[in-house]
């Protein structure tokens, strides 16, 4: 599929989704939804071995500034509601994605947006990077599922106030409360991410797709089930050649110190 609004790269194991209308500072409309539907399903089709994490990242000074407003202010009750179950199913593919997720927030996030990043298992932001739910201010709530996963990933008090009020918040500040992973400067930020990109991209990615279900899971509370999901996953592993050859060259090593 050719992209009239996205830019997709690959690049040693790591793929970029890179939203590309600059102008409307990356405003989401149909097309775009579209286009970023279609690239999550080509990176999650794709082999582990030639990716293994996606970037999603922003074209000039914004990550996604949320819906194109001009085309959300026109459609009827019917398109509207198509538009929203659509991007239900575009958040889905991103939480549910094969592979490792990051927001690299390069600059504004709001509505849809931030919604995008709070759909992947990672965020991390420019200095300084404004970011929010501001539906409230058109007297609207999130649709896209933003209450739910920022109230399960910071929890509740923080997440009334947030919704509520619709206020602007700062990279600093969500990185306080856990939210954003990393803070890196703008002069670097791509470089960096790159660099925070890589540490992921080098580690086997069936050891990482079991840490990341586990890790959702978990949220809805650690149950004998999901515990001996995780014991089986782990005794998988361990029987692995993989994971004997690092077992044996840590235990190896442990004995030539003592020697």
Not at 35 to 51: F, M, N, P, R, Y
Not at 69 to 90: L, P, V
Not at 193 to 207: C, G, I
Not at 208 to 214: C, G, N, S, T
Request: aromatic residues 8%; glycine residues 8%.
């Amino acid at each position: 599929m050719k992209y009239q609004h996205l830019l997709l790269e690959i690049n040693n194991k790591i793929a970029w989704i890179k939203f590309n209308r600059p102008d409307q500072l990356n405003a989401m409309n149909a097309v775009m939804m579209d286009e970023i539907i279609d690239a999550l399903q080509v990176v999650d089709k794709t082999s582990s071995h030639e990716v293994a994490v996606v970037v999603l990242s922003g074209m000039g000074k914004a990550f996604m500034a949320g819906a194109d407003i001009k085309e959300y202010a026109q459609q009827t009750q019917s398109e509207f509601d198509a538009f929203q179950k659509k991007g239900h199913g575009m958040y889905a593919a991103i939480e549910n994605n094969s592979k490792i997720m990051i927001a690299a927030l390069n600059g504004y996030a709001f509505g849809g947006g931030f919604e995008i990043a709070l759909a992947c298992d990672m965020m991390v932001a420019a200095t300084g990077t404004k970011m929010g739910l501001p539906e409230i201010l058109l007297n609207l709530i999130p649709g896209g599922g933003g209450t739910l996963r920022l109230a399960r990933k910071i929890g509740t008090n923080l997440t009334n106030e947030i919704v509520m009020t619709g206020r602007t918040l700062l990279a600093e500040e969500m990185e306080a409360s856990g939210l954003i992973n990393h803070i890196y400067p703008r002069e670097n930020f791509m470089e960096s991410v790159t660099e925070f990109a890589n540490s992921f991209a080098n580690q086997l990615p069936d050891r990482l797709q079991a840490i990341k279900e586990l890790s959702n899971e978990a949220l809805n509370g650690i149950t004998p089930t999901l515990q001996a999901k995780e014991a089986a996953a782990l005794g998988k592993f361990y029987q692995s050649k993989e994971g004997q050859e690092k077992i044996q060259a840590f235990y190896n090593k442990s004995l030539d110190k003592k020697s």
